[in-house]
Every structure is written in structure tokens, then in C-alpha cells.
């Protein structure tokens, strides 16, 4: 019965990648899942130790590196306050550099100014720069290249 021990690594690898988060436990696990077929066919140990060895090279090499290159790609969306940067926003009440209120995206929000000699008047227009907590970076508009 070696598939089964090659069944049991699988899991075992399995386990070890669930609590590593490395990508190379679970290409071992799926090898070993592989090794379990080849014995469960019949084939030999040489060919279960060629069977595991062919199919964590090759997820190794070339499975791992295009996995590890789409988990770090940026998302296409961003959500949360990160959805708000850059967005057009209007001045409620006067933004200094440290208090003021802006109507962004529907929503009454705290805001400061960039710039923290700049005073921005009720009804201008402001880009928000960045999120701190609960209030909007902004900066004007018409200021921007």
C-alpha cells in the first residue's frame, strides 16, 4: 500500500503549506498526490520517486513563479477609503490645514488641507489626496499641474 503513504505526505504537506503560506509545500503535496496515483497503478518505487521528482520541478519552476507573480499584482479595484483618493470633491465649509468639511462621494467628511498655509474657501473644488483615519487630505484643483 505505498499509495497510501504517499497520500499521507500529501497531507502532511498540505498542512505544512496551510500554516506556511509558501506556495512550495503545496506543490510538494500535489507531487505527492501524483506519486500516490503512479502507486496506486502499479508502477514501481523508481518510477513513483520519477513521477514525484518530474511534478515538483515542474511546479517549482514553472507553477510557483506565476503564482508568486499574480499574488503580488495590485488589484485592479481598490475599495474602502483607498476607492476615495483622487476623487473630485466639493468644500463645505472652509479647509484649513487643520480642520474643514468637504462633500465627497455623497458623504459629508472631515478634511484638512495638504498644505498647511493654504486656506480653501467654501465651494472649491478639491482633489482628495490621501485618507488619515476619518478625514481627507485635500488640495485644490485649480492648483494642480
Not at 2 to 23: D, K, Q, S, Y
Not at 25 to 37: D, N, Q, R, T
Not at 62 to 85: F, K, V, W, Y
Not at 92 to 112: C, D, F, M, Q, Y
Request: zero cysteines; charged letters at 15%; a negative charge.
Amino acid at each position: 500500500m505505498p499509495w497510501f503513504v504517499w497520500l499521507l505526505a500529501a497531507a502532511g504537506l498540505g498542512v505544512a503549506e496551510f500554516f506556511t503560506l509558501t506556495l512550495v509545500f503545496g506543490l510538494m503535496a500535489g507531487a505527492a498526490l501524483v506519486a500516490a496515483v503512479v502507486a496506486g497503478v502499479g508502477i514501481g518505487l523508481l518510477g513513483q520517486l520519477v513521477a514525484l521528482g518530474v511534478t515538483a520541478a515542474a511546479g517549482l519552476v514553472i507553477a510557483r513563479p506565476i503564482a508568486m507573480r499574480h499574488l503580488a499584482e495590485q488589484p485592479l479595484t481598490r475599495d474602502g477609503s483607498d476607492a476615495l483618493l483622487g476623487r473630485r470633491a466639493e468644500v463645505l465649509h472652509e479647509v484649513t490645514g487643520t480642520h474643514g468639511l468637504i462633500k465627497l462621494a455623497g458623504e459629508e467628511w472631515s478634511a484638512r488641507a495638504l498644505d498647511e498655509s493654504l486656506v480653501i474657501p467654501v465651494g472649491a473644488l478639491v482633489e482628495v489626496m490621501e485618507i488619515d483615519g476619518a478625514t481627507a487630505v485635500v488640495y485644490p484643483r485649480e492648483l494642480l499641474p
